[in-house]
C-alpha cells in the first residue's frame, strides 16, 4: 500500500474500480485508483491510476453514473476529478467565493434518481445525465451546499444546523444530516424546515439512505449504529459498542452471550444476536 494511512474509499458504479485516499510517505494527500475486477479470481488489485493533491481531502465519492468521475471535498475546496487513460487523475475546484475561507467541508453526496438501478457505464446518454442534477456537500459550519453536477458551479446554500454536519445521504426526494448536536435530521430538498428528526448519545457521524427510502441507518463516533424507519417514524440502536478499552470479558457457554467491563464504567451483555 503507498501511503501511510487511508481515510476514505468509494466503488464506481459498476463495481470494478476502488478509489482511496491517504497520506503518502511525505504526509500529502494520495488518491490511488485501484482495478479489483479480478479480485474474486484471486488476484491482486491493480493501480491505474493515482494523484497527488495539494488540497485537504475529506470525503471522495465516485458519481453513480461515470465511472471516470469523482467529488470530493475537505477544508476549504470542493473539487471534481476526471481520471485520464494517462494513468492520472485532474481536478478542477468549484468556485465559492467567500464560502472558501475556514469552511471544512466534512461529506458529500449525490441527488440521484435512480439509486436502484444496475450499475451503468460511462455517462454518455443524456437520459443518465439528467438522473443526475446536483450534489450536496456538508460543512462543519452547519451549512449544506448545492453544486451543479453539470456546470460543477455552486447554485444555493442552506444554513441548516447551528453545529457541525459531520455526514449526509441525499436521494431524489430528501436529504438525512447526522450532526455534532447528536441529531440525524430529515429535509425536504429545499430545506425549508425539516420533517423528522432523531437523538443519538453522540455526534452523528455517519448516515445512509436505503434504497427504497424507507430506511436510514446512522453511525455515531461511539460506535453505535441505529435504524431510523421513515414510514413509523421508529429508531432503534442496532448495537452500541464502548467507548474505551475492555477490561474483562467472559463468554456464558449455557447462554451464548457474552459479558464486557470497560473503562467507560459499562458493563455490556451482548447475545449471540448482536455479534453474528
Known sequence: MPVTTLKCLSFSPNGKLLASVG???HNKEMIIIWDISKVGK????EIVARQTSDVNILCLKFSPVDNT????CGKENIRFWRIRETQNIRSSAVVLNHHTRNTVFASLDFEFAARATPAMGNAD?????DALKRVYVASKNGMVFQINYLTESLEATYQTNDSAIYSIAVNEAFCVTGSEDNYVRVWPLDFSEFYLEAKHEDTVCSVDISTDGLRIICGTMYG????????????KTLIRCHTDSILCMEYHKMHGSIITVSRDKTIRLWSKHNYD
Open 125 to 129: 446518454s443524456s437520459k443518465e445525465n
Open 69 to 72: 468521475r469523482l467529488v470530493s
Open 224 to 235: 453505535s449504529i441505529g435504524l431510523l424507519d421513515k414510514s413509523n417514524q421508529n429508531y
Open 23 to 25: 497520506k503518502d510517505a
Open 42 to 45: 484471486m488476484e491482486k488489485p
